[in-house]
């Protein structure tokens, strides 16, 4: 396969590495802290639920980052976007 823009693809190559670096180490987080409020959920303070969602926030837009960047990678290999969208 050829690449046709290389400038999306180094962008896109990117934001995909942005995005996977943020859910590769956000997800264990992610599970502690699921693993937490199941066990004792009435000692979780609220400074440390205000952490959690943040987390969970954060890792959707890894997420969403990585699904821009595979977009992008993908978009920079179709031959209609050599010049565009004509």
Do not use: H
């Not at 180094?10 to 995005?19: D, K, P, S, Y």
């Not at 205000?50 to 978009?75: A, C, D, P, S, V």
């Amino acid at each position: 396969m050829e690449i046709r823009n290389q400038r999306n693809f180094l962008i896109g190559l990117i934001i995909l590495i942005l995005g996977s670096f943020v859910i590769v180490f956000d997800y264990p987080q992610i599970e502690y802290f699921n693993n937490l409020e199941n066990d004792n959920y009435i000692t979780i303070e609220n400074d440390q639920k205000e952490i959690f969602q943040k987390i969970l926030i954060e890792f959707t837009i890894g997420i969403i980052l990585f699904g821009i960047g595979m977009t992008l990678i993908i978009i920079s290999m179709l031959k209609r976007c050599e010049n565009g969208f004509r």
